[in-house]
């Protein structure tokens, strides 16, 4: 049977097991009561879809791949399976120093087309951001530096940097706009794997409670700006109790979805516990996402080079099969020797094809009929 009969034959089946049990869909609701109305019916959207499958992403897709770079039409996943995914990752580094390029030299303006593009297709765009250092913007994201947070509200020089930095947010993320002009829904994830200490806002370099004001301080200081076109990710990395993953979360208030960060590096990994490991993680997160009513997601993930052949189905697919994920992103095909999704000819293309053709795995030919920024069917 065809992939996409598959999809709405299961999806009716759901459907209909549903109204005889007279379940309930609860409307999901952004913490922003000020989001737009596209903003709102993605959120509620994105539940809604996740009890279908799990929509497939991959780092600027559209922007570059293994041998080519910004060539319209192109996409290293639409060339293995003739589809492209249903999410898009970008990232923001760079923009808060002015510069016309992010840090892995994609032009912002060409970042903007290509969220309007994915948008006006039916996907969904996410950003990251990998800030310099606010109390000293020569310091990379990567600079270990302890007390940034703190020096940044104890020192209005450095506050004034990284007000002006969340500005030139602001001015992009309004700058998203659709065919009729409205704003472009977008997932923001700031301030990522802060479980772990590679950033500046990791966790041996900023107490819990610096952190949770640094968040909260960002988002109060976004929507003051009337950006409201954006729905907030939490996304530790990797973590071993409930406990730890809420031990710097900002509160409900302040987070509509609830994300990690796992990759799958074998020479790191000796006792081979990564899938048992991260579908624990994932489990973690849907429980936590059903009481809390949010949202939960696999914000980033992947094998470098994909040196095994059925990487896909083998050990990704046990971790996010049947798990209510709203996603799962792989990071960017940057070069040869590091890139997360398959192209023509990579040993693991055909087995990412078998993935591709599962029915609760949606690309974007999947996610485009479900309008994901219209209000959503009552049911």
């Known amino acids: 049977m065809h992939k996409k009969l598959r999809y709405f034959t299961l999806t009716w089946f759901a459907a209909s097991v549903c109204l005889l049990s007279s379940c309930s869909q609860k409307f999901y609701q952004p913490i922003n009561a000020q989001a737009t109305s596209e903003t709102k019916n993605l959120y509620a959207n994105l539940k809604r879809i996740s009890e279908k499958g799990i929509m497939f992403g991959h780092q600027d897709d559209p922007a570059y791949g293994i041998g080519w770079k910004y060539e319209a039409g192109r996409s290293d996943v639409k060339e293995v ?19 016309t390029v992010n840090l892995d030299s994609v032009p912002f303006d060409q970042m903007r087309s290509f969220v309007q593009e994915i948008y006006a297709k039916g996907g969904l765009n996410t950003f990251s ?6 109390t000293d913007p020569a310091k990379t994201s990567w600079d270990k530096a302890d007390s940034t947070i703190q020096q940044v509200f104890s020192d209005p020089a450095a506050m004034g940097t990284y007000n002006a930095w969340l500005d030139r947010l602001a001015v992009f993320m309004l700058s998203l706009k659709g065919p009729n002009g409205e704003l472009v ?17 990791g966790k041996d370099h900023v107490s819990p409670e610096d952190y949770k004001k640094f968040w909260r301080y960002t988002v109060d200081y976004l929507r003051s700006k009337n950006v409201n076109n954006l729905l907030y990710a939490y996304s530790t990395d990797k973590f071993k109790t409930k406990e730890e993953y809420l031990e710097r979360y900002p509160g409900d208030d302040y987070v509509d979805v609830l994300g990690f960060d796992s990759y799958h ?21 849907k429980q936590l996402g059903q009481e809390k009513g949010k949202v939960w997601a696999f914000t980033e993930t992947g094998r470098e080079t994909i040196p095994e052949q059925n990487w896909w189905t083998q050990t990704l697919l046990p971790i996010v099969q049947d798990a209510g994920l ?13 890139f997360y999704a398959p192209y023509l000819g990579q040993e693991s293309a055909e087995n990412f094809k078998t993935f591709y053709q599962l029915p609760n795995t949606l690309f974007l030919k999947d996610v485009a009929t479900e309008n994901i920024y219209r209000k959503p069917p009552t049911k």
């Open 81 to 99: 399976v003739g589809d492209y995914p249903a999410v898009v990752g970008w990232d923001l580094g760079h923009l808060e120093l002015g510069h």
């Open 129 to 134: 951001w990998h800030p310099n250092n606010p």
């Open 185 to 201: 829904p977008v997932i923001f994830r700031p301030f990522h794997e802060h479980t772990g200490s590679w950033f500046w806002w």
């Open 265 to 285: 590096i074998p020479q790191y990994d000796p006792a081979n516990t990564f899938i048992p490991d991260t579908r624990r993680m994932v489990e973690t997160i």
């Open 326 to 338: 709203a996603y799962v992103l792989v990071w960017r095909n940057g070069r040869p020797d590091h």
